[in-house]
């Protein structure tokens, strides 16, 4: 009753304003320009803000092939793996993506998911 007198008003923010959110941070422009003011994002190896600028510039191109796959693979039940690196495998067999979109989207989710890979 001290805390909140009138109940509890505190609510969590919506799915919808998180993708905004994130939307802002991904895509090159004023928004992550401010955040990233005065931090080092120089790709070498060692700088973790560096290469995941280097990740962040690389999304749009990624983000579309993976729309590619989603939608001629998974939702049509051609493509049955859950993992990217098998999807991206099917997709390749299936014509679904050419080969050096393949090449793009693994060399993409190697630097993003194994960090260690990227240097």
């Known amino acids: 009753m001290l805390i909140f007198p ?8 919506a799915d919808r304003l998180g993708r905004k959110v994130a939307d ?7 928004a992550r320009d401010r955040l990233s ?3 080092y994002r120089a790709v070498e190896p060692g700088n973790p803000l560096g290469l995941l600028q280097q990740a962040l510039e690389l999304t749009p191109a990624a ?3 993976e729309k590619k796959i ?10 049955a793996s859950l993992d990217l690196p098998r ?3 099917e997709a390749l067999a299936l014509a679904i993506i ?10 993409y989710d190697a630097k993003v998911m194994k960090p260690d890979q990227r240097r």
């Open 70 to 79: 989603r939608v001629e693979g998974i939702k049509t039940g051609r493509i």
């Open 87 to 89: 999807q991206i495998d």
């Open 24 to 30: 802002l941070v991904m895509t090159p422009g004023a």
């Open 37 to 39: 003011l005065g931090v």
């Open 98 to 107: 050419s080969a050096e979109e393949a090449a793009f989207l693994k060399d």
């Open 63 to 65: 983000e579309a092939i």
């Open 6 to 13: 009138r109940g509890l008003t505190y609510f969590a923010p």
